[in-house]
């Protein structure tokens, strides 16, 4: 068969989807020696042994058989005692599923929530995760820019709410965000909450950078749906080990939700994954207990270079940006640049640094640039200096 | 909320899919002391430390990022090399996607070619989460009975391809089957693809137990739409590392399909699951390399007890099966059964056996138990003599 009569042969919406503008540029980037890779949205540490070694040790002893489709009950005890010490108030383990990754995570909640045609309300720009996940099962997702107005982003929560429409099943809400780094305040979060009661949606949190919070109090959490919410509302959260314990490699995350969908999330995760493997989550257990110390050390870090590329970018001419509150992420307009995906290339062949494409984020993303800055700070720096002097001699595209 | 409020929340097909009758008499057989376990697809083995130790050697020394959707390239390779070792012939690399487990190729293979409302078909008796993935996403598994007629399990052709409407997508084919053992010959892989060429629908191959085959010419494998098809037509193949390498609990496994879909699955992984760990892969790496000798020993171990499994089980009075040809289960009928739930129960209460029910497997399959017999062979010879005493002075229910 040719190739056009096989993808001929595939759904619309499994053809038709376009590719990640991060990933995207991160396949020309390998190619192109040298390069400083800031594109991904991950750490520069491998995972501290401490949290590798009980997985190892699970592995070789044996623990290689089908396990829990919920998850391993020390894994699910573990979360709670997490939550517990975080959020300073009872968790139960029966609120918490393991699964093979927080974009599992967010899969397994859409199966659930969202059939044909739905829609789904996402503040962008956004995570381009989320829209995939939506459209390739044939649901929809509901872009809702926000602004960036006065060097601030803001999310008019009346203009979310005016796009609720009788299809409408879930508002989603990425707060710190990627990749802009707006947080939600209490009070944003408890209209939201308000809303979603009265409307009778889901709230789809994804608060995976929760931790990754810069507040002036020193606070060590943003604010969350977990400090105004009940247990078992209409409120799911996806959530992963990948950031806080630099074990994106790993594919494990988890997530919360009422009790009473328990059976429906376990029979989801096993025509899904059919479980996440045992011998994992025993690292996963040492990470959730034996793991602050390392967490509070990757915030300082990123904290640390917040300041730092903010304090550069923050010179350079037609570079403008909101001081991001929470994540581990520059999002910067480039003044003249109107094609992102082509300036992301001659960035990494004229400059050898690697950003991701603002448009990849959905309305509102053209026109900027994505850098992570969750890396060696002599790279970030280095990574900077490049760009600065190719600012000085090149426009972008 | 009330529990029927939540749930009255989420997608009737979600809600509504039963469970597995494999997990019910699993989790009502866990509580119960002393049972031996025959319902779930594994061996009793652990994996072999040789495919384990790579692994564990890869994470410890920091190959914990993101990598590559499609699957390290140094596994597609040995997945070409064991395939071009068992099938005779070359096999490109490109042609194999790394998956988390076989499960989730499956879930890939669903998105990727079957839309809201569209059908494809299943012979059943058939492993219940094929139909449980495709109600989830709001396609139509449509089932066509096999018969078991004067001993024997027969695909009827004629019915299966009269089954087509124009909704249909592909046809489904386990061979060698789970639970029934049936396998097709090359005759009837030829028919069913000549069919789907003439139809343009896909053929979905679940050949897993193509290793688990039990010829009587000294064949290592059953026949194979490999055999028979070209990589780039339209054929998808589910495949996983569980079965023949004893790695169940390690969630790997991989698809095959025509390379003009590598960026459509490349994507549908990206939401999925976004990649399987690196450090794993190392592992199946060995496998395939080093793994001929166990999978040898496995499958004699297998073909030893189905011998013992066929000569106990046809000593017993009301038990009709054929002897299965391939895979490592026996399905079996009981004269006089119509409740195979709780027949399923009574058998793990009063005889501390660990049957699944039948008629989880679909159409065909209420009044039969199905048994794993890729266990130790003395708790097998336990295990039936423990049955067979229950049925001299029990009858099912």
């Not at 967010?106 to 989320?130: F, K, S």
């Amino acid at each position: 068969m040719t190739i056009d009569q096989t993808l001929a042969a595939i759904t619309p919406q499994s053809r038709d989807e376009p590719d990640s503008g991060i990933v995207k540029a991160a396949m020309y980037g390998f190619t192109v020696p040298g390069v400083i890779p800031l594109w991904a949205g991950e750490g520069n540490l491998p995972t501290p042994e401490i949290f590798a070694r009980p997985a190892t040790e699970a592995l070789l002893n044996g623990e290689t058989f089908y396990t829990w489709q919920r998850g391993i009950p020390e894994l699910r005890d573990a979360l709670a005692r997490y939550h517990q010490r975080t959020f300073g108030r009872v968790f139960s383990p029966e609120n918490f599923f393991v699964t093979s990754g927080g974009m599992q995570s967010i899969q397994t909640i859409v199966q659930m929530v969202a059939g044909e045609g739905d829609e789904i309300l996402i503040p962008t720009p956004a995570w381009p995760n989320y829209g995939g996940a939506l459209r390739i099962l044939g649901s929809r997702p509901v872009e809702v820019p926000m602004d960036f107005r006065n060097g601030r982003w803001i999310l008019d929560l009346d203009r979310l709410f005016d796009t609720i429409t009788p299809r409408t099943r879930a508002i989603s809400l990425n707060s710190p965000s990627n990749p802009v780094g707006w947080t939600a305040t209490l009070d944003e979060l408890k209209a939201i909450r308000d809303e979603c009661r009265k409307r009778g949606l889901w709230i789809l949190g994804d608060e995976v950078y929760s931790r990754f919070y810069y507040g002036e109090r020193g606070e060590t959490r943003a604010p969350s749906f977990l400090d105004i919410c009940d247990d078992e509302e209409q409120v799911l959260l996806a959530n992963t080990f990948s950031k806080n314990w630099a074990m994106t490699g790993w594919r494990v995350g988890w997530l919360q939700a009422p009790k009473a969908l328990g059976p429906a999330i376990e029979r989801i995760i096993q025509v899904n994954s059919s479980g996440t493997p045992a011998f994992l989550q025993r690292g996963c257990v040492a990470a959730l207990d034996h793991g602050d110390a390392f967490l509070a050390e990757q915030v300082a870090k990123a904290r640390g270079n917040r300041d730092l590329v903010v304090r550069m970018l923050g010179d350079m001419p037609g570079v403008r940006f909101e001081v991001p509150k929470g994540a581990f992420y520059l999002f910067f307009a480039l003044e003249g640049m109107t094609d992102g995906d082509l300036t992301v290339r001659r960035i990494i062949d004229e400059a050898k640094v690697g950003f991701a494409p603002g448009s990849t984020f959905g309305q509102g993303g053209e026109g900027y640039l994505r850098m992570c800055y969750l890396r060696d700070p002599a790279k970030i720096e280095e990574a900077l200096t490049r760009f600065g002097d190719w600012l000085k001699n090149h426009r972008p595209s």
